[in-house]
Nanobody, 124 residues
């Protein structure tokens, strides 16, 4: 069982930055591929980024955030980060982290565990 808790959301002006954190429990946390997704009001949950598990460091990003967002993992702290730069109003959403016992994937159904989400609001 893995429990995930996101933090770091908030209100920021367009062009600003935020860093989201996802703290995980469980001694096998490092084995999981971790993903970030987001969901805006009235829209489906959307893939943002993933980072591989099992000590790997492969990453993958949605085209909409490539070059602006960066995902990283601190195994010692059991924490995954999402650094978000050059934020745009269309980045406004609730951001969720998720853990996958397999490989990194871009669809929500592949993930076994989810956090409660953290709100990110970008004003124009």
């Amino acid at each position: 069982q893995v429990q995930l808790v996101e933090s770091g959301g908030g209100l920021v002006q367009a062009g600003g930055s935020l860093r989201l954190s996802c703290a995980g429990s469980g001694r096998t946390f490092s084995n999981y591929a971790m993903g970030w997704f987001r969901q805006a009001p009235g829209k489906e949950r959307e893939f943002v980024s993933w980072i591989s598990g099992s000590g790997g460091s492969s990453t993958y990003y949605a085209e909409s955030v490539k070059g602006r967002f960066g995902i990283s993992k601190d195994h010692a702290k059991n924490t995954v980060y999402l650094q978000m730069n050059s934020l745009k109003p269309e980045d406004t959403a609730v951001y969720y982290c998720a853990a996958n016992t397999g490989a990194g994937r871009t669809y929500p159904a592949a993930y076994d565990y989810w956090g409660q989400g953290t709100q990110v609001t970008v004003s124009s």
